[in-house]
């Protein structure tokens, strides 16, 4: 079935982003941001060729659904999500904005990323593997890759100039922001890893581990920011295939990156493009995770 063309870039009134990222555009609008989550598609630190059709989408109104979810745990930097409520000057894009851009408030962002671990997996399994610990965090020796763990761990995190999630211990994010924020923003984490992972379960998908960014305002208010446990700042894997031991199956570029490998792609430019049937195969693991979550059809 074919695809709608994915969005990879965009223009309003004939004006450049503010801000790019790898998947969003930032427009500043003075008071306020406008967030704009493309189809692009990254891997391995590249931004690739081809985009993923209604990505953008799924990554704007899953996150919509977990921040009105959360709200009395934390509250949240988005304002309106509904186009037709936008400023007159945004209306007229409604073709690009709708569905897949939000107006949020302006904060100072925490340079540390906020990380939940409810499972041995990623960089945590490799650090396990080289010191038996995560971020600094003791574990029980013999665990294997993807077993549960006892209690969920926080493990915060930090950017290097060269975009990679660089893993610190819980000490040293308090030397970058202070303790006392630290340990309000581990609570935070916490809890809205947990109310995440029940509601996911009960869904029949396992939130294996998921970060969390968040901003302060001029009054040092804490907001729960960016995105919220969408498959690209989440591990979300199906619970009737789970089998510890190994890694798993997932709702998210899992397909990208095996047909990255399967090419034997050097990792560095020109970046690859990719064929319609990892597309596509890609797009329906966005679709079905905001389907099962959410518990309806994409808009």
Known sequence: MPVAAPLLETRLNGRAPHRQGK??????LGSTLLLIATDRISAFDYVLGSGIPDKGKVLTQLSAFWFGQTRSIVPNHVLETDVSRFPPELRRHADILAGRSMLVRKTSPVPV?????GYLSGSGWKDYLSTGTVCGIP???GL???DRLQEPIFTPATKATSGHDINISESEAAALVGAPLIERLRALTMALYRFGAAHAEQCGIILADTKFEFGLTPD???????EVMTPDSSRYWPKDQYVPGRPQSSFDKQFVRD???QIHWNKQPPVPSLPDEVVARTREKY?????????????
Do not use: N, Q
């Not at 998947?23 to 500043?28: A, G, H």
């Not at 040092?220 to 960016?226: P, S």
């Not at 679709?287 to 808009?299: N, T």
């Open 23 to 28: 998947v969003r555009d930032i427009y500043d």
């Open 113 to 117: 990323e906020c990380v939940a671990r």
């Open 139 to 141: 574990l029980p020796a």
């Open 144 to 146: 294997r890759e993807s």
């Open 220 to 226: 040092g208010t804490v907001l729960l920011i960016d």
């Open 259 to 261: 047909y990255l490998e």
């Open 287 to 299: 679709r079905e995770a905001y389907r099962r979550l959410v518990g309806s059809e994409l808009a």
